[in-house]
């Protein structure tokens, strides 16, 4: 999570200027009756292409075994039933550069910063995208847990921190091109441009998973941080998932302690790998990299339950977390398999297994013992796993279709 640009939040209540300026400053272009969409897309201009080049991860590859959020969630189990086919996800960040790993899949969107969307000079949109949906590749352990889902790359800044009202115009832009899901792994103020812009989004029946924040270091502020905080209203905005953090041990990492926002649920957020600009790879820590996880499992809630809306789907990824016990977790630790494959009470439908990925079991290997996610093996699904969900549903319990994961936190975290 990448702190808030100097002058950004005050940029935003300024009020509507002539001419957009560049980000970071202290006035921006920001119609205050309704945020518009920008007609055209951000292709680069010659001058502003020689300021932006992609930025190279610090890694040659992901290395050799698989990594532990990875092996934690265990969302490979979920692509039995869907790999996110026919989403969009929509990244409103940095960019996002090509990499063979999104190839064919990323489609560049609208740019407020005068450079292309699909160009990432600070590879952090690139980063949260390779988490969302990154392709398996032979010899290469890391992937996205939504595999088959699109990525539309709506770019709203080229530099450290975002401009408050760019953030709010990129979720609608990203509303307006067709996105399902959109992440949102940068933090702001609560201003009016952005409450109406989340608010557009539920109309349009758009889920919004938004990173719950980092502590700031260098001016200690630790919000409520927007638009994840507006999860804390579920009246108003049913349709916003708050993502906080956890390190491998299950406890909460030091830069989210203090954070302020409400919380929905958590993911791995520390000594986090992904993908970079250049086919290179980089080790992310921060809620911002969390948040593309729970990303990635809305889309495959989404695929899984195409009636659902994105309130009903923001509700079964918050009731199918593995049980917060401690403070700053929300829910407890997002669990895609369960997000897919329980039936929730009042539910009938049972999902099935994708006619071309149809095993009559789904394996998940144990964890190693020291991991203290240690998940178990509890159930499996047999080739008459239908006929026994809805002899489940007559009885009006709850069918969790897959594994459950041990929730062992740590210490309990005290809240500033």
């Known amino acids: 999570m990448r702190r808030i640009a100097v002058g950004a939040l005050s940029a935003a209540l300024l009020g509507p200027m002539q001419v957009p300026v560049a980000l970071g400053a202290t006035s921006v272009s920001s119609p205050t009756s309704a945020v518009q969409p920008r007609p055209t897309r951000g292709a680069a201009s010659p001058a502003a292409a020689v300021s932006c080049s992609a930025r190279l991860g610090d890694l040659r590859s992901a290395g050799t075994t698989e990594p532990w959020a990875e092996r934690v969630l265990g969302f490979r189990a979920a692509w039995t039933f869907t790999a996110g086919r026919g989403q969009r996800v929509a990244v409103v960040d940095s960019g996002v550069s090509s990499t063979t790993q999104l190839a064919g899949r990323v489609s560049p969107g609208q740019s407020l910063t005068g450079t292309d969307a699909g160009l990432d000079c600070q590879g952090h949109g690139t980063g949260v995208a390779g988490i969302i949906a990154a392709a398996p590749e032979r010899g290469n352990p890391f992937v996205g847990v939504a595999p088959a889902a699109q990525i539309l790359s709506i770019k709203v800044t080229d530099q450290e921190g975002v401009n408050a009202s760019y953030l709010a115009q990129g979720i609608v832009d990203a509303v307006n091109e067709g996105a399902g899901v959109i992440n949102v792994s940068d933090q702001v103020g609560d201003t009016p441009e952005l409450r109406q812009a989340v608010t557009e989004a539920l109309r349009n029946d758009v889920v919004i998973v938004a990173a719950a924040g980092n502590a700031d270091q260098t001016t200690g502020s630790a919000g409520p941080f927007y638009p994840a905080n507006y999860a804390g209203d579920p009246a108003a905005y049913p349709n ?149 969900a809805a002899l489940v549903i007559a009885g009006a319990a709850i069918v969790p279709a897959g594994r459950r994961r041990g929730w062992k936190p740590g210490r309990r975290n005290e809240e500033s």
């Open 240 to 388: 916003v998932v708050s993502v906080g953090a956890v390190d491998p041990n299950g406890t909460v990492p030091d830069f989210a302690k203090l954070v302020k926002t409400v919380v929905s649920v958590v993911a791995p957020g520390a000594g986090i790998v992904t993908v970079a600009p250049g086919d290179t790879f980089k080790q992310q820590d921060g809620t911002s990299f969390a948040a593309p996880f729970v990303a990635g499992v809305a889309a495959l809630v989404r695929a899984a339950h195409p009636r659902l809306t994105a309130a009903e789907v923001v509700s079964r990824v918050t009731a199918t977390a593995d049980g917060g016990t401690v403070a700053g977790t929300g829910a407890g630790l997002v669990n895609p398999l369960q997000a897919v494959t329980a039936v929730l009470p009042g539910e009938s439908q049972v999902v099935t297994p994708e006619p071309a990925r149809s095993p009559s079991t789904v394996a998940i290997d144990r964890a190693p013992a020291s991991d203290r996610f240690g998940r178990m093996l509890v159930a499996s699904i047999a080739g008459g796993a239908l006929g026994a």
